[in-house]
Every structure is written in structure tokens, then in C-alpha cells.
């Protein structure tokens, strides 16, 4: 009898042995970063390789339209050493000064959130402020997409020469 529980213990362990055991998946290759230059899609929002691009809508809740007038938007001179903040207008262009920087500021969202089909505020409070922006470098597009003032590692505007930051939406 001893003999047959001292089999059935050593056959559990080594069946408990080999469940843990098993070779791990690896794990699925990093997303690249969007809204960079020449990705598909739309930029800032996720895709699949190959796959066609989905537009989602910006819906700007008449609340968040009727309480907000501009962004402070700094802009990091990467040459220079030196930082400059400037206040642009929602829904404007801007030319930078001593650059050639322009950047085409639209929508503010003060609270951020994107569904499937849609990209819109939650509510007026600045919980993930986020702005739409366009940057022109030379008369060229290099960036289209969003920008976090939480989070600024999310989608963010990547340059050899300029770093662009999103600050702070202005109320009127």
C-alpha cells in the first residue's frame, strides 16, 4: 500500500511538474508610435498592419465649444537650449518665430476620450486635457494628430530641431 501511494504521489508531481513547464508565448512586438510622419491611418489613433484606416469624428460637446478660446503650447528650441511658450487661438494657425514652424491648432478637448467611432470630452473639467494639432516644417506636414498635456510621452510630436509641448487650454 505504501508502495502505490509513494506512485501516485511521484506520478502528480511529475504531471504538476510539467504543466509549469510549458514554453512561453513571446510577447507580441511593441506598437509603433503613432502620428508619426508617413504612418497610415489616422494618426494618434490605433491601427492594424495593413488595415484600412478608421476615421473616427471629433465631437465637440457645445459645453466644452462655448468655454474654451486657446492653448499655451511651448515649444522646445532643441538647437538653442532655450524653451518659448505661446498662447494660439483654437481653431488658428501660427507661425513660430525664429523657425520654420507653423503649427494649425484645432479642436481642445479638456477631457479626452476616444471610442470605437468617435473621439470627444467626457466633460469640461481638465482631467486628460488634449489639443488637435497639425505642424507644418518647411511648407510640409510632419505631424498630425494630438497632443497630451497629462501625458506627453502619448503620440508625441518627434523632431531633431523642435519639441512641442501642450501646457494648458485656455477658458474665455
Given at each position: 500500500?505504501?508502495?502505490?501511494?509513494?506512485?501516485?504521489?511521484?506520478?502528480?508531481?511529475?504531471?504538476?511538474?510539467?504543466?509549469?513547464?510549458?514554453?512561453?508565448?513571446?510577447?507580441?512586438?511593441?506598437?509603433?508610435?503613432?502620428?508619426?510622419?508617413?504612418?497610415?491611418?489616422?494618426?494618434?489613433?490605433?491601427?492594424?498592419?495593413?488595415?484600412?484606416?478608421?476615421?473616427?469624428?471629433?465631437?465637440?460637446?457645445d459645453a466644452v465649444k462655448g468655454a474654451?478660446?486657446?492653448?499655451?503650447?511651448?515649444?522646445?528650441?532643441?538647437?538653442?537650449?532655450?524653451?518659448?511658450?505661446?498662447?494660439?487661438?483654437?481653431?488658428?494657425?501660427?507661425?513660430?518665430?525664429?523657425?520654420?514652424?507653423?503649427?494649425?491648432?484645432?479642436?481642445?478637448?479638456?477631457?479626452?476620450?476616444?471610442?470605437?467611432?468617435?473621439?470627444?470630452?467626457?466633460?469640461?473639467?481638465?482631467?486628460?486635457?488634449?489639443?488637435?494639432?497639425?505642424?507644418?516644417?518647411?511648407?510640409?506636414?510632419?505631424?498630425?494628430?494630438?497632443?497630451?498635456?497629462?501625458?506627453?510621452?502619448?503620440?508625441?510630436?518627434?523632431?531633431?530641431?523642435?519639441?512641442?509641448?501642450?501646457?494648458?487650454?485656455?477658458?474665455?
Amino acid at each position: 500500500m505504501k508502495k502505490l501511494m509513494l506512485l501516485v504521489a511521484v506520478l502528480m508531481m511529475v504531471a504538476l511538474a510539467g504543466t509549469g513547464c510549458k514554453k512561453k508565448e513571446p510577447a507580441p512586438p511593441p506598437m509603433p508610435p503613432q502620428g508619426a510622419p508617413g504612418q497610415p491611418g489616422m494618426p494618434g489613433a490605433p491601427h492594424g498592419e495593413g488595415a484600412p484606416p478608421v476615421e473616427k469624428k471629433v465631437v465637440v460637446p457645445d459645453a466644452v465649444k462655448g468655454a474654451w478660446k486657446a492653448v499655451k503650447i511651448e515649444v522646445d528650441f532643441k538647437e538653442k537650449k532655450s524653451k518659448k511658450q505661446f498662447t494660439v487661438p483654437l481653431n488658428s494657425e501660427f507661425k513660430v518665430p525664429d523657425s520654420d514652424l507653423s503649427l494649425k491648432v484645432g479642436n481642445f478637448l479638456p477631457h479626452f476620450t476616444m471610442a470605437a467611432d468617435q473621439i470627444t470630452s467626457s466633460s469640461n473639467n481638465p482631467e486628460n486635457p488634449a489639443a488637435q494639432l497639425e505642424v507644418f516644417q518647411g511648407g510640409k506636414e510632419v505631424f498630425h494628430g494630438w497632443l497630451f498635456s497629462k501625458y506627453p510621452a502619448v503620440h508625441p510630436f518627434q523632431n531633431d530641431k523642435f519639441g512641442l509641448a501642450l501646457l494648458e487650454g485656455i477658458k474665455k
